[in-house]
């Protein structure tokens, strides 16, 4: 027969050995789920107007994440409610924050991927 004690000890190896694996197997922190989502009007997505090879795109993404862009070149970003960095191919990251719409005229960054904060 088991004493109690060990009976203690062996159900508390077990529950410690649970959520070990509960917290090894569930993420924590923040999410990386960013969404490429159907730009609508009157919604507050990122906006992100781009060209390459001839071709032109405009895509809407939400929620926090980051996300491969492509290396597409960015004519316009408009943020909504989102903080954005974006990671240009000569290896710098830019931050805009929420509430700004911003046009590159003159020289548009080539963008290899995008973050929602």
Not at 32 to 48: M, P, R, S, T, Y
Not at 51 to 62: F, K, N, P
């Amino acid at each position: 027969m088991i004493s109690k004690s060990k009976r203690a000890v062996r159900s508390m190896a077990v529950a410690l050995t649970a959520a070990a694996a509960f917290t090894v197997t569930v993420p924590s922190g923040n999410a990386f789920a960013i969404d490429h989502v159907q730009c609508v009007g009157g919604e507050n997505f990122l906006k992100i107007w781009s060209h390459l090879d001839g071709r032109e795109s405009v895509d809407c993404y939400a929620n926090a994440g980051k996300t491969d862009f492509g290396g597409w070149w960015v004519d316009r970003i408009s943020t909504g409610n989102n903080d954005l960095i974006y990671y240009d191919a000569n290896g710098d990251s830019v931050k805009i924050e929420r509430w700004h719409d911003i046009t590159f005229p003159n020289r548009a960054p080539k963008v290899v991927a995008i973050q929602i904060l």
